[in-house]
């Protein structure tokens, strides 16, 4: 019984120490979902495209590889671009608040929403 007794108020211990994530670590993920879901759309958008023929076609290509260049890594999680495996593209280190950082992928992912509107002629 008295090891029983040792093990819950360890295993007590043990859970308390686990910490939640800070406000600024949860802007962090949240920046990185929407940094996500951009690179996506970027990916979707690029592939569309190729076969809309729109006016604006050749402009909003060189839109979308502005904004593709113009991404950078999270702190604590790593910018993964696909079609860019296997080399650094040199992304220095950005200095924002976490809240700017946010602020940046949401600015981002309303813009892709905008161009993808205007592909989409919705």
Same mark, same amino acid.
């Given at each position: 019984?008295? &090891? @029983?007794?040792?093990? %819950?108020?360890?295993?007590?211990?043990?859970? $308390?120490?686990?910490?939640?994530? $800070?406000?600024? =670590?949860?802007?962090?993920?949240?920046?990185?979902?929407?940094?996500?879901? &951009?690179? +996506? @759309?970027?990916?979707?958008?690029?592939?569309?495209?190729?076969?809309?023929?729109?006016?604006?076609?050749?402009? /909003?290509?060189?839109? @979308?590889? =502005?904004?593709?260049?113009?991404?950078?890594?999270?702190?604590?999680?790593? %910018?993964? /671009?696909?079609?860019?495996?296997?080399?650094?593209?040199?992304?220095?280190?950005?200095?924002? $608040?976490?809240? +700017?950082?946010?602020?940046?992928?949401?600015? @981002?992912?309303?813009?892709?929403?905008?161009?993808?509107?205007?592909?989409?002629?919705?």
């Amino acid at each position: 019984m008295r &090891a @029983l007794n040792t093990l %819950l108020i360890i295993s007590l211990f043990c859970f $308390s120490c686990q910490s939640k994530p $800070s406000e600024g =670590e949860q802007l962090l993920a949240e920046a990185h979902e929407k940094q996500t879901q &951009a690179i +996506a @759309l970027i990916g979707e958008l690029e592939q569309s495209l190729e076969v809309t023929p729109i006016e604006a076609r050749d402009s /909003l290509i060189q839109v @979308l590889h =502005e904004l593709e260049e113009s991404l950078f890594e999270i702190p604590g999680y790593h %910018l993964e /671009l696909p079609g860019h495996e296997g080399h650094d593209h040199g992304h220095s280190k950005i200095e924002l $608040s976490n809240q +700017a950082i946010y602020d940046v992928q949401v600015d @981002l992912l309303k813009h892709l929403n905008e161009i993808k509107k205007i592909v989409t002629h919705k």
